[in-house]
């Protein structure tokens, strides 16, 4: 627990041992471990589904190997991005509006004559995987540039209610035990439900639950500070009830978390969209804003519209693919196979479909928009496969698709 007189802190303090984050980190480390060989779990069964299917005859048997090269396009943009500090990287984009990545994570922080507004606080960062005994919290990182010194932290803005984003959320209000927390109402009702179970886990550090917003908001609302602006906006589920667009008018900064991945194909599933055509209609509703970056929350790489446009051609041409696999009759062959266990073998066709889809749309000859998207997108050669199960899947059954 950081005592909350001594923020603003000096540059002298960064980079203080913290011993219990070593722990911490390593719990950190073993459960983020564990959720990728539960993925690389997954992937692997979706692979190996042929076998209940005559041999050459499934969709997943041909299914286009996984490399994870990473394309040049998934590179960190800026090029200059200095990890100096060998695990976080502050950059002003301009007029006082300062990113903050560790290369998966990202947020920004505003800074005001007035003091300064955080969005999000995310447990990761500060966390230095090569040396985990000088990690730092997400406090000391704010304050290792001088433009925030002498400055406190007067609101916190939650972009969404998951704990990977806002996990450091109570360090920021013991440190600022004033600090004004902002969220949507439907942000605060779902932190309202936790149990506490989880602490630990998903927070990594060994934070406490993030603290209930002290204000509340439904549809718009603008946060000023000093000399500076921010609107946030609910425009529905575009990854779960309560996410939010933050958008810094004077910056031309965008931030809409966990939605669009500029660079890359998104995280699996849609990045765990819970409305699939909100999800995608969202992209729409990024291209409304007059923006020139986008921060999307993770990744070191921030964005432009360019990378928004690039990645719904991405998605249209795996919603055309997923269409596509769905009617082809060669994906029902299961059921002529397994005859009396129906949600298995509907199981298995869903795979069938997924691959299908995927193999059309990694392949430049066969996906409508013609793009090699494994030499575009970051991890599309993995991550394809869950977005055509997930899109397909709300294509045959959601009744708002
Ligand atoms: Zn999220």
Redo the contacts with the bound molecule.
């Keep these: 627990m950081t005592n909350p007189r001594s923020y603003p802190r000096s540059n002298l303090e960064i980079g203080t041992p913290l011993v219990n984050k070593r722990f911490t980190f390593f719990a950190f480390l073993f459960s983020s471990i564990v959720l990728m060989s539960l993925y690389a779990a997954q992937v692997h069964a979706y692979q190996t589904n042929h076998g209940f299917l005559p041999p050459g005859t499934s969709a997943c048997e041909a299914h286009v190997p996984v490399t994870l090269n990473v394309p040049d396009n998934a590179l960190p943009v800026p090029a200059s991005a200095d990890y100096s500090h060998g695990f976080y990287h502050i950059e002003e984009i301009n007029n006082g509006l300062f990113y903050i990545t560790d290369g998966v994570y990202q947020t920004m922080i505003l800074v005001s004559h007035d003091g300064i507004i955080l969005v999000d606080a995310p447990p990761s960062i500060g966390i230095n995987n090569a040396d985990p005994a000088s990690s730092i919290t997400l406090v000391d990182v704010i304050y290792s540039i001088e433009q925030t010194q002498g400055k406190p932290i007067k609101k916190l803005i939650y972009s969404?209610s998951?704990i990977?984003?806002i996990g450091a959320a109570s360090i920021v209000r013991d440190a600022f035990p004033e600090v004004e927390i902002i969220a949507h109402k439907k942000t605060n009702e779902l932190i309202k439900k936790g149990s506490g179970e989880v602490e630990g886990i998903l927070q990594g550090i060994g934070t406490n639950p993030p603290p209930l917003a002290t204000e509340v908001f439904a549809k718009n609302k603008k946060v000023k500070l000093g000399n500076q602006v921010l609107k946030l906006s609910y425009k529905g589920p575009t990854?779960?009830d309560g996410?939010i667009f933050i958008y810094a008018p004077k910056q031309k900064v965008l931030l809409l978390?966990?939605v669009v991945f500029p660079g890359w194909s998104p995280f699996n599933n849609l990045?765990?969209a819970t409305s699939v055509h909100e999800y995608l209609e969202s992209y729409d509703e990024v291209l409304s804003y007059n923006f020139d970056t986008f921060i999307g929350?993770h990744v070191s790489r921030l964005g432009t519209p360019a990378d928004i446009t690039e990645g719904k051609l991405y998605l249209q041409d795996i919603k055309s693919n997923a269409l596509s696999a769905l009617k082809n009759p060669a994906n029902f062959a299961i059921f002529g196979v397994v005859q009396n266990n129906p949600l298995g073998a509907f199981n298995i066709y869903l795979n069938e479909m997924a691959c299908d889809c995927a193999n059309k749309t990694l392949n430049a000859n066969t996906t409508p928009s013609g793009i090699d998207w494994r030499s575009r997108l970051g991890s599309a050669d993995i991550n394809t496969l869950t977005h055509c199960w997930t899109i397909g899947e709300a294509m045959r059954i959601d009744a708002d698709f």
């Design positions: 969404h998951h990977d984003h990854h779960l996410n978390i966990d990045a765990l929350g």
